[in-house]
């Protein structure tokens, strides 16, 4: 899988010191990547629903999403840009 496009999101939260990220894949969000982007932090999942949800947390930074989709969005405090290069890294070798 690859990471095919990168964009500050539209939805900045700036007075609260985040910002975030929409990256654009090649192939929709799959089971397998939630799960390996979930060891990053504290995974929620909601696999049951109609467009099963995803978020994973950590202390400075959430990744969230749909699965099924070929977009996902990555949130940070401001400084801790950093992340996003380690979730592309793990959407590009988990294939």
Do not use: Q
């Not at 969000?29 to 629903?49: A, D, F, H, T, W």
């Not at 989709?69 to 979730?87: D, F, P, S």
């Amino acid at each position: 899988m690859n990471v095919i496009d990168i964009r500050e999101s539209s939805e900045l939260c700036t007075e609260a010191c985040w910002t975030a990220y929409d990256l654009a894949l090649d192939k929709e969000v799959n089971e397998s990547l939630i799960r390996k982007l979930g060891e990053l932090g504290s995974l929620l999942y909601l696999s049951g629903l109609k467009e099963p949800f995803y978020r994973i947390e950590g202390r400075l930074f959430m990744i969230k999403g749909l699965e099924g989709k070929k977009v996902l969005r990555v949130a940070m405090l401001i400084g801790e840009e950093h992340i996003v290069e380690k979730v592309k890294h793990i959407v590009e070798t988990c294939g």
